[in-house]
């Protein structure tokens, strides 16, 4: 689903943020990415939806290389990875419907599948009664749900989320992991990027260790092997 | 479907963005309508200007005084020798008869001259002959044309000479005002973009967080752009209205004042709006529109590329 092959990123004029990374993440997975501050995380994250281009390597996702794609190609690709990121927030004067159904109506959907579909994904991250209030009137936690939800409308193959429990205390991450549990049970491909040493520990999946940009360790049934 | 659901998406979206964003846009329309007025009143300016440096130019004409008894042959000669050149624009004859009734008129309440022009009998006044160029430069041509050997001898004396001075001073200050409106103009044009554009910058920067969404669930360029575009141009039609109303309010209020303090005349201004009004419009109302969708395209464009 996700393949890495000698991806190296230096950001103008020499800041090396990823070096010969080469990984393969299969469909349907539950990825966890964990590495110091610094090492390269939210690069990775953000060259899998083509904020960022490459300097050397290529990427290919679902059998397409994106190594270049091309501006007007990538609203394609963002629809087929739902996106999670720390500061990628909701609109604030918008209900958590409003802010779902607007990842729909810009991709010009029609009212019809909007009614359908945004409820089904509240439902998902178990919202669905809470679809009429407002982010300041809802939890943190239940903020990151609404925005889970939002990233999934359009059905992704992949969801890749950076630190989606970053500000949250322990219940609210747990609720939110579960969440990302239950849509990999539905089969999407999960990334999860955390520093959160319990999370890992608890989902017992796949863990893979960046730190100075490079791959460290890859294990199937990950523990967090960092010193906090 | 895809397209008619699209088309109708981008433009709920501008009303949106419109009615959510109503303060900003009003604060937009306040700042496009500064722009637009500031060289709307330089316009005008410069309209009331090029006016009233042509009244003064109209008042400009040479005098020539005829000795009394000058016959009607030579008098019809001078007249139509400058009459026939190009650089005139208009010649009168004034006869020695209607000199000498506008002479008594002027003086009817005072007996000793009335009495005084009695006594000579014959008419002491030659006829007149008032002669008006084209334009001021065209002056010392008709003085030098009134030369002419075959009616020069019968004129006793004319008053150009009088008017030298202001003519030429007329004629510079009409052309660095001209010269000056043009450069002013030209100023407050480059100032009025520069604001635009930065106001249409700040009205999109508000919505940054709003692009960026977009951005990362999907929607195309085309589509974060074109709800700005539509509402950058709604708020540019929206001030170009309000700058007409407040234009034409203006015009109104000012023409008659204007009239006074051109002795009557007419100060021009507002027969040259009426006239450009059409003009003035599109011309303004093109290059806004295009001014602010490329100013929108290219503010949006910030939070769009990568
Ligand atoms: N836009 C940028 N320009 C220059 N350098 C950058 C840029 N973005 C990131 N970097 C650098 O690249 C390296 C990796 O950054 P990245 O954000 O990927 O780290 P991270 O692993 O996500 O860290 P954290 O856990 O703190 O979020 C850092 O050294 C950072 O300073
Ligand atoms: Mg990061």
Redesign the interface.
């Known amino acids: 689903m996700i393949i890495l092959k000698h991806v190296s990123k230096v950001y103008p004029p020499d800041s090396h943020a990823l070096r010969d990374v080469s990984l393969e993440i299969g469909a349907g997975e539950f990825v966890c990415i964990v590495g110091p501050s610094g090492a390269g995380k939210t690069t990775l994250a953000r060259m899998l ?5 490459p300097t050397r390597g290529s990427i290919e996702i679902g059998g397409w290389n994106i190594t270049r794609v091309k ?2 190609e990538v ?5 087929q990875i739902g ?1 999670v ?1 720390q500061d ?2 909701l ?1 604030r ?1 918008k209900t958590a419907f409003e802010n779902v159904a ?2 729909l ?6 009212r019809k599948r909007i009614r359908e579909t945004v409820p089904h994904v509240l439902k998902i991250v178990g919202l669905d009664q809470k679809a009429h209030r407002f982010p300041h009137q809802l939890s943190g936690g239940e903020q990151q749900r609404v925005v889970i939800a ?2 999934l ?2 059905r992704p193959k992949i969801l890749l989320a950076d630190e989606p429990t970053g500000n949250l205390d322990t219940l609210n991450t747990n609720d939110v992991i579960d969440v990302l549990k239950k849509i990999n049970a539905f089969g999407s491909t999960v990334v999860l990027v955390t520093h959160n040493r319990d999370t890992i520990n608890a989902l017992n999946s796949r863990v893979i260790t960046i730190a100075d940009g490079r791959v460290v360790s890859d294990q199937k049934h990950g523990k967090y092997m960092l010193p906090e | ?2 397209f008619i ?2 088309t109708a ?1 981008v433009i709920s ?1 501008a009303w949106k963005n419109l009615v ?1 964003n109503a303060w900003i846009g009003l604060a937009t329309v306040l700042v496009l309508v500064l722009a637009l007025l500031s060289v709307n009143v330089l316009v005008g300016v410069n309209a009331v200007t090029s006016s009233a440096i042509k009244a003064l130019e109209d008042k400009v004409d040479v005098s020539v005084y005829f000795k009394a008894g000058t016959p009607q042959g030579i008098l019809d000669l001078a007249r139509s020798y400058l009459a026939s050149l190009p650089q005139t624009a208009n010649v009168e004859i004034v006869s020695a008869d209607e000199v000498l009734g506008q002479f008594l008129e002027r003086h009817r309440d005072d007996q000793k001259i009335l009495d005084a022009i009695k006594e000579v009998e014959t008419n002491p006044f030659g006829a007149t002959m008032v002669v008006k160029a084209n334009r001021t430069d065209n002056y010392p041509f008709l003085i030098e044309a009134l030369k002419n050997p075959q009616f020069s001898f019968a004129i006793e004396s004319q008053t150009y000479d009088d008017h030298a001075v202001a003519i030429s001073r007329v004629r510079e200050i009409a052309k660095s005002v001209r010269y000056f409106g043009l450069i002013l103009t030209a100023v407050f044009i480059l100032f009025s973009v520069l604001i635009v554009y930065n106001a249409i910058r700040v009205a999109i920067y508000t919505q940054r ?2 692009i ?10 085309a ?2 752009r074109l709800p700005l575009i539509l509402d950058a141009v709604f708020l540019a039609l929206l001030a170009l209205a309000i700058v007409g109303g407040l234009m034409a309010l203006g015009v109104v209020f000012l023409e008659p004042r204007l009239k006074s303090f051109f002795d009557g005349a007419d100060p021009g201004l507002m027969s040259f709006f009426v006239a450009n009004a059409w003009y003035l419009g599109v011309v303004e109302g093109v290059t806004l529109v295009v001014l602010v969708s490329m100013s929108s395209w290219a503010a949006a464009g910030k939070y769009l ?2």
């Not at chain 1, 939806?49 to 281009?53: G, H, K």
């Not at chain 1, 109506?105 to 029609?110: C, L, N, Q």
Request: hydrophobic fraction near 45%.
């Open positions: 939806i083509a904020e960022e281009r501006q007007r609203p394609y690709l963002r629809r996106v990121f990628f927030k609109l004067n607007f990842a109506e810009v991709a010009g959907e029609t939002r990233a409308v359009h | 479907m895809l659901t699209s998406r979206f959510r967080e709003e960026g969404i977009m951005r990362l669930v999907g929607a195309s360029n589509f974060v590329k990568k």
